[in-house]
């Protein structure tokens, strides 16, 4: 997507599906890894 939209290279998190069947505790566990890699995405300084 990131390409298409003119952005190539552009870091995203990819969160396992299926969602929509998830307990609550499965849903954390994925939001809890999501948020390992997107922090780092959205705090990192490129120079």
Do not use: C, W
Not at 8 to 37: C, M, T, W
Not at 42 to 47: C, F, M, Q, V
């Amino acid at each position: 997507m990131g390409e298409l939209n003119g952005l190539p290279g552009y870091p995203f998190s990819i969160i396992g599906h299926p969602v929509a069947n998830n307990d609550d505790a499965i849903l954390r566990e994925k939001a809890q890894a999501a948020v390992k890699e997107i922090v780092p995405l959205l705090t990192a300084r490129k120079g």
